[in-house]
């Protein structure tokens, strides 16, 4: 194990993070290992909205879009989204909207985003967190 053999180094501090805990094998967890564990929950409510007008800002939306009120609505359907999950949701409705502009004939610096983009963008992320949802009962607490 990389981590055999610290011990005798004072004053170095060994840090892991991970989105999947359940996935760190418990030998990691052991004491003389990573003796603190520290929860840092995804976004609430409020925080998935500040993170969405920030990556949506640069990004252009179909004109009949209200703004406030997609941010509002994306920000309910991505409960449990962490700020990964909320950046790739805005990459993937500005790619799917630049290749449908692209087939379809438009400069892609003229494609807007449309309230559909972005729903098909929550749908993917959706499946694939069910996706990835531990079927193990041992693991399931942390799901």
């Given amino acids: 194990m990389l981590l055999d053999g610290l011990e005798g180094r004072n004053g170095v501090t060994v840090l892991a993070t991970t989105n999947r805990p359940a996935a760190i094998d418990p030998a990691l967890?052991?004491?003389g290992r990573f003796d603190?564990?520290?929860?840092?929950?995804?976004?609430?409510?409020?925080?998935?909205l500040a993170i969405?007008?920030?990556?949506?800002?640069?990004?252009?939306l179909a004109a009949a879009l209200d703004r406030d009120?997609?941010?509002?609505d994306l920000a309910a359907q991505m409960e449990g989204a962490t700020g990964a999950d909320l950046a790739y949701l805005c990459q993937s409705a500005a790619s799917r909207c630049v290749q449908e502009a692209v087939q379809a004939g438009v400069a892609p610096d003229q494609a807007a985003i449309t309230h559909t983009h972005l729903l098909q963008a929550v749908s993917i992320w959706q499946a694939d967190r069910e996706?990835?949802?531990p079927t193990d009962p041992r693991l399931s607490r942390h799901a």
């Fill in 131 to 133: 996706e990835r949802r």
């Fill in 52 to 60: 969405l007008r920030h990556h949506l800002a640069p990004l252009r």
């Fill in 29 to 31: 967890r052991r004491p």
């Fill in 36 to 48: 603190r564990i520290i929860w840092l929950h995804p976004p609430d409510p409020a925080g998935r």
């Fill in 69 to 72: 009120a997609l941010l509002r």
